[in-house]
DNA sequence: CGTCCATTTGATCAGGGTCAAGACGAGTGG
DNA sequence: CCACTCGTCTTGACCCTGATCAAATGGACG
């Protein structure tokens, strides 16, 4: 295995305000991974045995139901934290993590997480500030759901989509790694059928323009009005 | 003001570990509160000036939509932590905390949370595992929304509402403090009719007995089938 | 060229939201 | 002590959103 450089993380949110000495320290504890599309990077209720980070690539995180039924709790980008079992208190991943193209990430070994915050307190406290974050998006998404409209939700989940992982296209701006309408209805809480309903209505109004695995928006600003929903829109 | 004895808060998993001495050091700090039935302890989108535990009572974290709908996030228990708005990394409280019963909060001044957390660091991994549960708790919650009926939902809910805040009564268990069916509805998404219609419907089968912002649930295994639902339940 | 997967689209229908009244019970003021 | 009022709860009627069932179409890839 080639020596990992610094430059792979020093530039990530995550590890500011380290040193290049602390930097190298933390590479010498990783291992690095190809990850290819479809593979599981950690599983719901695993042992978790490590912690990662993203460094290229898209992951989906799903939660499957004792009936089998799954729910896409995120999406993760590159340079973010993901299998953070021990931050949470766990002794399992609470999730299921799978690469939707393929990854390149860096492992750590689960026990060193707290060895890590204590020797590197900006460590743990960006981590910390991750899951608030985490728990802020999870909660915005149980009143979005409790509140809104299928329709409003999936809009929303699209125009999250592309703000966050967005590649500017002729056309619009696409989501920049492969998406079904099945995976769509995971985030959402709906069917695969309702979201290709409401995609081919949107594409007859000029507002995206679809694809096989793919989804382009052609309007934002027009979606964004749908997102809002019907209260005060007549 | 009296004195805060620090017995208020020995007992409390949050502060575990500490000294007696530290335990003082802390109580120093905090200032107690009587908060009555109905007020606000602290308001969504307000400056977050405080943190808070509380001692005794009940509260409601409610978050508001812009269109005025509300959403039951999660009720606190005494001994609980609430408005930590600093370790999620915010300035702001991300949702409003109403008293349903006279309670009795400890409060700190927010400014002083990262100093607690450096110098205790017990503190701050206690408040981090509360902050990674209650992370857990609304995944758990996105998933049963986007995946379960709401009947099962509402009888999920009773149940956790008399697990973690019941009190024994002759007629079964008992939520131990008043909740409406409003109050049902809005921890579970729905309208408090059809939370209305399930109860009559429960009571009627001697599953649960209603009243006046009250319920007892009377048969709790019989609760827990229906809130496994259909699949595989014929 | 054939197979597999994603997508589309139609038809049906039921869960549960909305609208509308009323009943019930608790607290209040006369 | 009673009448009144307000908030909670119940119940009926209706109908709409979105799930389910079913089938066909269309690309992509071997």
């Known amino acids: 295995m080639s020596r990992l450089d610094r430059s792979l993380i020093a530039s990530l949110p995550l590890f500011d305000g380290m040193s290049a000495d602390e930097l190298d320290r933390i590479l010498q504890a990783a291992r690095s991974l190809r990850v290819s599309t479809g593979s599981t990077i950690f599983e719901q209720e695993a042992d978790a045995h490590s912690f990662f980070v993203l460094l290229d690539g898209h992951v989906r995180v ?76 999870t909660q915005m998404q149980v009143v979005e759901m409790a509140t809104k409209q299928v329709e409003q939700r999936v809009a929303h989940a699209l125009l999250r989509l592309i703000s966050q992982r967005g590649r500017k296209t002729e056309e619009g701006i696409a989501v920049d790694f492969p998406i079904s309408r099945q995976d769509i209805a995971e985030m959402t809480g709906t069917t695969l059928h309702t979201v290709s309903r409401l995609l081919t209505a949107w594409e007859e109004k000029g507002l995206v323009k679809g694809g096989r695995r793919k989804v382009t928006v052609v309007e934002p600003h027009r979606l964004m009005v749908l997102a809002e929903g019907r209260s005060g829109a007549g």
Request: glycine fraction near 10%.
């Open 62 to 137: 799903i939660k499957t139901t004792p009936e089998g039924q799954q729910v896409t709790v995120r999406y993760i980008t590159p340079g973010e934290l993901m299998g953070i079992a021990q931050a949470l208190g766990r002794t399992t991943y609470p999730a299921t993590a799978i690469a939707v193209v393929d990854c390149v990430v860096l492992a750590w070994p689960g026990t060193m997480w707290s060895q890590f915050a204590a020797a590197f307190p900006s460590f743990g406290a960006n981590t910390y500030k991750t899951v608030g974050e985490r728990l802020q998006d």
